[in-house]
């Protein structure tokens, strides 16, 4: 069983990064701490990211280049949010449940700066960051992104 987990893993990062047109090294892990609750996008119980969890004001950084979509907590469940997208790579990534956000819609970033902080906002049962990658309008599993 665990073989065949594996295989359907390596299978997922290859599908992944050949379909997407983007490379693993592309995108920056947005928080530390720990993976909790992983991709599952069409299950009976979706979950459109990956939520990562530590604690209390844990910085977070932009994944990627680009510009601030969206920045507040108008969207129902994910709280405080931000939402980053890259025009040109055709790659966008939202941030939920934050405590602070740091940036404003409309602000162009660089790769790896502090956008915000982690929190509970929104529907969240603990402190954690919920992240989700979108490329070229489908929601892909952050995962194949990023080989921490």
Avoid at 17 to 28: K, P, R, V, Y
Wanted: charged share 15%.
């Amino acid at each position: 069983m665990y073989y065949q987990y594996l295989i359907y893993c390596l299978f997922l990062v290859f599908l992944g990064c050949q379909s997407s047109g983007i490379e693993s090294s592309e995108l920056f892990w947005p928080a530390a701490g720990r993976v909790t609750q992983a991709f599952r996008p069409s299950t009976n119980k979706a979950h459109k990211g990956v939520d990562i969890a530590s604690s209390l004001g844990t910085k977070i950084y932009s994944a990627h280049e680009g510009r601030v979509v969206y920045a507040g907590q108008g969207f129902s469940g994910y709280g405080k949010m931000i939402l980053l997208e890259n025009k040109k790579r055709q790659v966008r990534t939202l941030y939920g449940h934050l405590s602070k956000i740091h940036v404003s819609a409309g602000q162009h970033l660089a790769k790896g700066i502090v956008i915000g902080e982690m929190g509970q906002t929104g529907r969240a049962s603990g402190v954690h960051l919920h992240y989700e990658v979108l490329v070229k309008n489908n929601l892909v599993d952050p995962l194949i992104f990023h080989k921490n």
